[in-house]
Nanobody, 118 residues
Framework: QVQLVESGGGLVQAGGSRRLSCAAS????????MGWFRQAPGHKREFVAE???????DYADSVKGRFTISRDDAKNTVYLQMNSLKPEDTAVYYC????????????WGQGTQVTVSS
């Protein structure tokens, strides 16, 4: 079982920056695909970014050029650097780890709220 703990959420003004962290348990973190998702009120949870164990990354179109996902395997931590934040980025951000053969993430954190004020 992989446990995930997110941190770094809070209130930020539009145009500002915020860095989220997700600490994971487990001895084989470097083998985990790690993802960030978000859910805004009244909306479905959506993909934000992912960092694969292969080293490749992927982003949702809505955050490309503004958000950067990175990982520190020595610290079992994945980060989401969010720049040029917009009010529409307001959501609960969730960290996810490892995927099954269908590509679905198996483990989820409790989420951290990010609120962007205009």
């Amino acid at each position: 079982q992989v446990q995930l703990v997110e941190s770094g959420g809070g209130l930020v003004q539009a145009g500002g920056s915020r860095r989220l962290s997700c600490a994971a348990s487990g001895r084989t973190f470097s083998r985990y695909d790690m993802g960030w998702f978000r859910q805004a009120p009244g909306h479905k949870r959506e993909f934000v970014a992912e960092s694969r164990s292969s080293g490749s990354t992927d982003y949702a179109d809505s955050v490309k050029g503004r958000f950067t996902i990175s990982r520190d395997d020595a610290k079992n931590t994945v980060y989401l650097q969010m720049n040029s934040l917009k009010p529409e980025d307001t959501a609960v951000y969730y960290c996810a780890a490892t995927r099954n053969f269908l590509g679905e993430y198996l483990h989820w954190g409790q989420g951290t709220q990010v609120t962007v004020s205009s």
